[in-house]
């Protein structure tokens, strides 16, 4: 890995579907001869991608509805792909993990190729991205494969996971459509899911979930004793069940927590007196790291996320604690681990 001193935090809940540079969307929609928003400009552009105001999760998905068709190639997955990895390099990060749903890149046009196979040269187009990536900027990352709970999408990522195990793709997540109005925690447990779930934990695939970020702690207790996810994506409602939160904290629960997010999805509400749960994280040594979730629709990266956690009152302490935890918690084979997080040890002194 060829860091420098400044490369040092790890990454692990990012969309790399949500985090696309404003000006290579733009690009990729003229190229393809999308109606752009507004006067049609990249400031339009621009700003209808970017979210401000916190309402809710729906709210916060709508800017995905504008471009997710202009990524639709392979071209565009090598493209995003190499241009996030510039990011992290350029966001002090020495290892990500990049979480992404295979199907947003997947040609339309798929008369020569069946779907399977469509989805494979995706994911070897990613990880064609990040490993020009890694040779020009540094940055080390993997692919964590998205599939979508109540779809096929699941059993899809849960077979190119076998598939590509060892070369570049480290686990599986599983989020929800989400509709205008639909709040993605409450959809009933669906038997295909788990059961794709219960496969990966006997394979050894790793797995994190969604939970606790528009639902309650009962989601993340379910993400636990159901599906038995080895991390929790957010989980900030955890706080709100003190058994929980307390068994969380003794079994070493890892939480992929995201600050600018969690207030721009409505997740967490400043307003209401409450300590923000990262800060009761931090307070409590649980067990978190540090990500941005959708550079793309808060246009700002990670380094913003530590920012922000600055002005909360977290500090180099925390900061260490933060990557380390994550370093340990990522998903790479035991050898690269121990290396990224003697890696991380060193950075950090």
Known sequence: MKLDSE????????????AIRHGTIYDLMRKNDMKLPGDGSFEALSKALTVTEPIDL??????????????????????????FSEEMSKNKVAYAEARYCPHNFLPENQKEVSKSTGLKQVVEAV???????????????RSILVGFNGEDSVDDVLKLAHYFKGEGVVGIDMATKQNLGYNPEEVKLNSQAICCYEEARKCGIHRTLHAGESGGPEMVQRALEIFH???IGHGYHTVEDEKLFQNCLKDRVHFETCPHSSILTGAVKLNDHKKHPIIRFAENDANFSISSDDPTVINKWVDSDYQLLQEWGLNSHHFKKANLNAAEACFLPQDEKAQLVETMKKLWT
């Open 58 to 83: 729906a709210n916060f998905l709508k800017p995905f509805g504008i471009y997710i068709q202009a990524l639709k190639s392979l071209e565009a997955a090598e493209r995003v792909a190499y241009e």
């Open 229 to 231: 996810a080895e991390r």
């Open 7 to 18: 490369q040092k935090r790890v990454e692990l809940h990012v969309h790399l579907d949500g």
């Open 127 to 141: 990880t064609r991205g990040f490993t020009r990536g890694e040779e020009d900027f540094g940055a080390k990352v």
